[in-house]
């Protein structure tokens, strides 16, 4: 993700760049070198180090997970620093990271949802059929997911640790899918539809990876329901992915990510436009441009879990 939004900044005129980066790592290779790297010591604390690198910049656009609330004190900071944030608002981050909420928000909106609920250990049976999922509230992937599919395994999993809310779901049939897409509160575009390469393992799933603009939208039914998505959540800004589940039912939204995906590493070779420019628009213009898509072109994005 750093890498791509690096080569499509880089294209974008007028903009000069400083990155931020873990010194005990190596930079992006195929990286173009007009770039200032900043390493960041591993025993410096890194919101000590974003405070004083913001104070040198115009504008900052963060990748980081919602986990733990990293992403909202990221754009919480940028604001306080009265610098622009090419990135949803730390209250849109704030909704987005809990599952739970984005369910509710959306679910009350009419936009259809993977069931969600609060879990807790202490009910003798679960609100759901068996299977069923737990997973962190604000987790993001497919961390600490456990997939329950039994009364035993549901009594066992009253004591497992964990942090902060966890959530549950119906485990559902259909191909696991996501959307790219640029919002500008209330509105959205949707950039691609793409595979999300998840398989079972075990009592887990484990993501390998994505299909960027995988399939094409002829009936209009993933820019609608994007559409629907930017209306309950007028929050979003930028660049947003939403994670959801196709079966014979129809479309049913798993999450929203307020942030940089995965499937932005493959978007502008599967769209031959360039994503982050796009961004930079919208933020000079304050409106979305129209936008008719493009032919499908599936771009691989893989990797292997560590």
Known sequence: ????????????????????????LARPANVTLAVEWLGIDPNTPVMTCLASTIERVDAVWPIAPETSGILESICTLVRQKGKILLNTSAEG???AASKLLTANRLGSMGVPVV??????PGPARPYYPFPVVIKPDDG???????IIS???EWKQSAS????GNWVMQPLMDGESLSLCGIFAMGEAVLLSVNHQQIKKQGNTFVLKGCTVNSIADK???FSRLLKQIATAVPELWGYAGVDLIQNDQGLHVLEINPRLTSSYAGLRAALGVNPARLVIDLLAS???RPWHGCPVRPIEVMWEPS
């Open 1 to 24: 993700m750093l890498a791509a939004l690096i080569q499509d900044l880089v294209d974008v005129p007028d903009m000069s760049l400083l990155a931020l980066r873990d010194s005990r």
């Open 93 to 95: 981050v704030r909704l």
């Open 115 to 120: 069931p969600t609920a609060l879990w807790q």
């Open 140 to 146: 993001v992937g497919c961390e600490h997911i456990r």
């Open 150 to 152: 039994s009364i035993g």
């Open 160 to 163: 497992l640790e964990h942090m």
């Open 219 to 221: 009936a209009h039914a």
């Open 286 to 288: 304050g409106s979305l």
